[in-house]
């Protein structure tokens, strides 16, 4: 399944948001704002997540927010989310940000998706605890896509969590943007002027290693006492809530003690981009003396290097990687002297600085947000593509054991006064599409069914009069067609509708003859059918044909002694038989050069036909165009895989996977019955099962189309089910789980694996 997905419309972003007071808030929010410069018609669903005993004024581009603790909430989110509908969910992920056990209630949502998810990893982490890993393992397992912004991220996830490569993206943090200018030019809106400048930037907290830092500077004022070094940020709220302003205090009496407090400006607050941007450019030498070497992405080196500054850093791991050909400088952790030095050589040294600046300005060329933007944009389209693993393949194929869902519950929500609408917004009647006699005839011919099994007996019999009507007024008896589309005013749209409706029509009446109860309803389908059956005797489409032949066998059923109906069977099949015959080659065994829809209906008809006409050629060459269909619409973890629409009108090719319909799931149980009930071969039972399965959620996304109701989606998408429920995929899946009762019911059913191939 090599199919490039359409391109990507509709994002739903999750991430903190501004004005919530974090790195990753500002991210996301330049994020969003890159990627929709980039694609102005993007749609873009925002999902914040607000910490606990908060409450933010989140800006318009905010849709929807998700308290961290509350369990409840990300169900919530995740039910929302699949209402929307959007082509992928970006997630930004740190496990401090989500509710439960390192983070664990975002699994709640994360499962529950039906787009394909891709997750931003802001932290890798090597040695996780018990929790940790769980939270990872089923994150990495809900993710078509990972993203990280070092190499060393990539390094990390597939030698400590054994990801394969092809699953992980590396797009750097993005940066403004912004022009190459001398650190004068901005130094003046902060009072520096004349002064050297030493920045660090960041949320206040002991991992940053500040103190070493000023350590450094009274070898550092000694030889530049025009020197001050600037500490940008705001304290972190979690250090804030849990010891207020201990930290900065200790590092205030450490600069006093040291006879450098005149050398050390903090600035306690929370800056915006263009704040941070401005101070950035004001710095002659940006410092980074974190602590620990496991971190892979920082934000503020990313937006130092783009600015075009000189950095002194300590060795972890984005510094090595985002530093490395001279363009900054690297020195040993928790080393004062180091510092001093490092940043003591380029102060004094301002050709080797502005070199090192220039270098850093140029390497940072692709981190820039259009280039970002432009990074996610391509692999959110890459990621549409890829499907979730279908881990219950097997859980569900035992023998016949299959849940009855036969109702006609859903069938009577899209029918009102005049027939069976059409189309519908995900289960609301459309009534701007109107209807249409393929609908209503199968409505009609499904309700007869019902009643004949004794379901729902009273809504059945609601449906049979409202459907029966309108195939009545369908028929043009002045001209002897069938017309087709009807709007919502119940004005017909045509004077004659397509050959398949007639054949379907037809195909319907049939059936209502052979097994309708009520004696007027049956002699009104007989009526009509006399009328109908020499006027379809005119019909070439092959697809109408079969229907017409599915029709005109049951009508024989009841009335075997009807000559035209005896004539027509024996033309149609002889005629379909014989196109299969001529198109038939050795790796295509169809009767068409093409796959497109109803497929299985051809070799069921056939199959049908042979055994009336007791056709042996027939039979089997029916049955062998029914074999290699299963092949070709047999995945490769063994679902069933309709023949998606993708496929229509490209000339012995093999079928392409999407969109799937669940009329196909139908029409394959229909022949598999069919089969079965001719040569009694148990194969066909474990087909049809298959095929019944794509219902369930066997399927190549691993989503249940069937609702509980009794209704259907329209359609198993690239990267999502269509979650509309027209009226073709509700009856299609009623008529399928009609037949798989029966088939059910058969005597000493004993599953047994099929000898198609599976491909």
């Given at each position: ?73 990300y169900r919530a989110a995740a039910d929302h989310l699949n209402a929307l509908n959007p082509d992928v969910v970006l ?340 009534r701007q599409h109107g209807y249409c006699l393929d609908d209503n005839a199968r409505a009609l011919m499904l309700a ?312």
């Amino acid at each position: 399944m090599t199919d490039t997905p359409s391109p990507v419309r509709h994002i739903a972003l999750i991430g903190n948001y501004p004005p919530r007071k974090c790195g990753i808030a500002t991210f996301t929010a330049d994020l969003r704002s890159a990627l929709i410069a980039a694609d102005p018609t993007l749609r873009i669903t925002t999902v914040a997540m607000t910490d606990p005993g908060q409450t933010y004024a989140y800006s318009s581009d905010v849709d929807y927010e998700i308290e961290q603790d509350h369990r409840d909430a990300y169900r919530a989110a995740a039910d929302h989310l699949n209402a929307l509908n959007p082509d992928v969910v970006l997630l930004q992920h740190e496990f401090g940000i989500f509710g439960g056990a390192s983070g664990d209630y975002l699994l709640e949502l994360t499962e529950r998706l039906r787009a394909p998810l891709v997750t931003t990893l802001h932290t890798v982490l090597t040695d996780p605890n018990p929790d940790e890993r769980r939270v990872m393992d089923a994150l990495v397992s809900h993710s078509a896509r990972l993203v990280v912004m070092a190499e060393k991220g990539r390094a990390l996830l597939t030698e400590h969590w054994h990801i394969p490569d092809a699953r992980i993206a590396v797009i750097p943090h993005g940066i403004p943007d912004l022009p190459f200018l001398d650190p004068a030019f901005q130094k003046h809106r902060f009072g520096l002027d004349g002064r050297q400048v030493i920045l660090t930037f960041g949320l206040l907290s002991p991992n940053k290693g500040l103190e070493h830092m000023i350590a450094a500077l009274p070898d550092l004022v000694r030889g530049h006492p025009d020197l001050t070094y600037v500490i940008l940020g705001a304290t972190h709220p979690h250090l804030l809530a849990a010891e207020g302003e201990a930290y900065r205090d200790r590092l205030t009496a450490q600069a006093k003690a040291a006879g450098v407090w005149e050398h050390l400006r903090f600035v306690n607050q929370y800056v915006d981009t263009p704040t941070l941007q401005a101070w950035l450019s004001a710095a002659d030498i940006y410092v980074t003396p974190y602590l620990h070497e496991a971190q892979i992405t920082s934000g503020t080196l990313a937006y130092a290097v783009g600015r075009g500054k000189a950095v002194v850093s300590t060795p972890y791991w984005h510094a090595t990687e985002l530093l490395a050909q001279d363009t900054g400088v690297l020195v040993p952790f928790a080393d004062s002297r180091a510092l001093a030095e490092s940043i003591g050589a380029l102060l004094d040294d301002p050709a080797r600085r502005d070199q090192m600046r220039a270098r850093a300005y140029e390497a940072g060329r692709h981190m820039i947000w259009p280039e970002v933007a432009r990074g996610y944009l391509g692999l959110l389209g890459e990621a549409r593509g890829v499907r979730r693993p279908t881990t219950a393949v097997h859980s569900l194929r035992s023998g016949m054991n299959i849940p009855n869902v036969s109702t006609l519950r859903a069938v009577d929500r899209m029918v009102d006064g005049c027939g069976m609408l059409q189309h519908s917004r995900a289960s609301v009647p459309h009534r701007q599409h109107g209807y249409c006699l393929d609908d209503n005839a199968r409505a009609l011919m499904l309700a007869v069914e019902m009643k004949a099994e004794g379901i729902e007996t009273e809504r059945a019999d609601r449906i049979i009069d409202t459907c029966a009507a309108f195939v009545e007024d369908a028929w043009n008896e002045e001209t002897s067609v069938f017309r087709n589309f009807m709007d919502y005013r119940r004005n017909w749209l045509e004077t004659q509708g397509s050959e398949d409706s007639h054949g379907r029509a037809l195909w319907a009446l049939g059936r209502v003859v052979a097994d309708s109860d009520d004696q007027s309803v049956k002699l009104w389908a007989t009526g009509l059918t006399e009328r109908v059956i020499p006027a379809n005797q005119s019909l070439s489409a092959l697809r109408a044909r079969a229907f017409a032949l599915l029709g005109l066998i049951s009508w024989l059923s009841v009335y075997p002694g009807h000559r035209v109906a005896q004539t027509m069977v024996n033309r149609f099949a002889t005629e379909i038989h014989t196109r299969l015959k001529a198109e038939r080659r050795t790796d295509w065994n169809w009767f068409e050069p093409t796959l497109s829809y109803d497929n299985a209906r051809l070799p069921e008809a056939l199959i049908s036909a042979g055994q009336l006409l007791e056709r042996e050629d027939m039979i089997q060459d029916g049955v062998d165009a029914l074999n290699w269909l299963a092949k070709v619409q047999t995945g490769a973890n063994g679902v069933f895989r309709p023949v998606g629409t993708e496929s229509f009108g490209r000339p012995h090719e093999r079928p392409r996977p999407f969109d799937q319909q669940p009329l196909e799931a139908w029409a394959m149980i229909g022949a598999c019955a069919t089969a079965h009930d001719v040569t009694g071969h148990p194969v066909w039972l474990t087909l049809a099962k298959a095929a019944f399965d794509w219902y369930l959620g066997l399927n190549d996304l691993g989503l249940r189309m069937a609702t509980s109701n009794g209704g259907c989606f329209d359609g198993l998408e690239v990267d999502r089910v269509n979650l509309n429920q027209g009226a073709e995929s509700i009856l299609a899946f009623q008529f399928a789980a009609l037949e798989i009762q029966r088939l059910k019911r058969l005597p000493k059913i004993q599953p047994v694996k099929p000898t198609v191939v599976r491909g």
